[in-house]
Nanobody, 118 residues
Framework: QVQLVESGGGLVQAGGSLTLSCAAS????????MGWYRQAPGKQRELVATISSSGRTNTVDSVKGRFTISRRDVANRTVYLHMNSLKPEDTGVYYCNANSVSTGENYWGQGTQVTVSS
């Protein structure tokens, strides 16, 4: 079994910064892609950013230039989401995801709350 554990959420004023962390633990699992999604109250979960095993990143337009995804090591088992210039509309529960195309595995973390006050 693989577990994804997120940390780093909290309450911050608009314009502030937070860094989220996600660490994979459990049995050996090398994901092809890890990423961050978020879900605002009353809305569907949406993609924020992903990073592939090769280091290629993808960031959605709404956070581009403000959020950066990075990883700790080449095994790609720890990823970070550096969030700057936060806006109230960034408020939501942020979920970490890890998946492997070769094995078809897909895992989610439990989510961490980010609240941006105006």
């Amino acid at each position: 079994q693989v577990q994804l554990v997120e940390s780093g959420g909290g309450l911050v004023q608009a314009g502030g910064s937070l860094t989220l962390s996600c660490a994979a633990s459990g049995r050996i699992f090398i994901p092809n892609t890890m990423g961050w999604y978020r879900q605002a109250p009353g809305k569907q979960r949406e993609l924020v950013a992903t990073i592939s095993s090769s280091g290629r990143t993808n960031t959605v337009d709404s956070v581009k230039g403000r959020f950066t995804i990075s990883r700790r090591d080449v095994a790609n088992r720890t990823v970070y989401l550096h969030m700057n210039s936060l806006k109230p509309e960034d408020t939501g529960v942020y979920y970490c995801n890890a998946n492997s195309v070769s094995t078809g595995e897909n895992y989610w973390g439990q989510g961490t709350q980010v609240t941006v006050s105006s």
